[in-house]
């Protein structure tokens, strides 16, 4: 694991109240750190700093990391990471 973003630890065994409480509140963190971040990105596009391109180009890397990011072979092909 590369990153990792700890926001509650639960004890076993946990309830299933607790368990979905913890959910809930990691998803309302995590979307509300998610709409921060777009509305600061809004603001800086309306100052002029960002593009269209740039925040859609930041939103598309947010939702799959390393899509906006091509290597290319000497002869001008695509190189497709091994799986």
């Known amino acids: 694991m590369n990153e990792?973003?700890?926001f509650k630890y639960l004890?076993?065994?946990w309830t299933d109240e607790a368990l979905l409480l913890a959910?809930?509140?990691a998803f309302a963190?995590?979307?509300h750190a998610a709409e921060t971040h777009r509305l600061a990105q809004?603001?800086?596009?309306?100052?002029?700093k960002?593009?269209?391109e740039e925040v859609e180009r930041q939103r598309l890397e947010a939702l799959e990391p390393g899509i906006t990011r091509v290597?290319?072979?000497?002869?001008?092909?695509v190189l497709l990471d091994d799986v």
């Open 4 to 6: 990792a973003d700890i």
């Open 11 to 13: 004890v076993k065994p």
């Open 23 to 25: 959910l809930s509140e």
């Open 29 to 31: 963190r995590h979307d």
């Open 42 to 48: 809004a603001h800086k596009q309306g100052q002029g």
């Open 50 to 52: 960002l593009s269209p």
């Open 71 to 77: 290597r290319w072979d000497t002869d001008g092909s």
